[in-house]
């Protein structure tokens, strides 16, 4: 089995198709975060709005991911678009949301407090709300971006590539060290995702408020 595993991972295809694989879901995943955050900064301003934008996109969250690949697959074809089209779709969700809470969540006394020290509205958002929303923003990015290394796998179903032709090619082969040689890559990825983001989201603590947490533990 290992030596059919290591065999499998020296293919060229595999080295073309872990590339693949990285581009579907790091491209998605940027697109995300540009979409997301300057979203939620405009809706966050109105209670209403926030509260229409997450209930959208909730159920938007409701939809299964090879239902968002047939509804692209009838635009755009089979092709790298139309997986890139679906896995975008998949990264907005948890980043918005979060963007929405973490901005909702800065305390009101300390807006005012920047805002009779003659900050303007802009300065506010970049140097007092955004700053202390950080963790929670990176929170959501996390999910996102686990999600899509994840949902990646499915671009082999339209053509996309990425490591699911190797588990698609193991599974119908009944051929293991082929299935190990996609679905091992992409375990290790969503976990060297989740470990990077989080690492950042500690980072992107304000110091104030990891103090804070310490003393109220």
Avoid: C
Wanted: aromatic share 8%; hydrophobic share 55%.
């Amino acid at each position: 089995m290992i030596d059919g595993f290591i065999e499998q991972i020296q293919r060229p295809d595999w080295t073309a198709a872990l590339y693949r694989h990285i581009e579907l879901a790091g491209l998605a995943v940027i697109v995300g975060i540009l979409v997301s955050i300057p979203l939620a900064v405009a809706v966050s301003r109105s209670p209403r709005l926030a509260l229409v934008a997450i209930n959208i996109t909730n159920l938007g969250r409701g939809i299964p991911d090879l239902a968002l690949l047939a509804f692209f697959l009838v635009f755009l074809g089979i092709g790298f678009w139309t997986a890139e089209m679906a896995l975008i779709l998949i990264s907005i969700p948890p980043i918005l949301i979060n963007t929405i809470t973490g901005l909702n969540q800065v305390d009101p006394r300390v807006i005012d407090a920047a805002r009779g020290m003659g900050l303007s509205g802009r300065q506010v958002l970049t140097g007092v709300r955004l700053p202390l929303a950080a963790p929670i923003i990176f929170a959501g990015i996390r999910t996102s971006a686990v999600q899509v290394v994840a949902g990646a796998t499915l671009a082999t179903f339209v053509g996309g590539g990425g490591l699911g032709d190797f588990i698609v090619e193991g599974f119908s082969g009944f051929n293991y060290a082929t299935m190990f040689a996609g679905a091992i890559p992409v375990a290790v990825l969503a976990i060297a995702t989740e470990l990077t983001f989080g690492g950042l989201e500690r980072l992107s603590t304000p110091k104030g408020l990891r103090i804070a947490r310490k003393k109220g533990r």
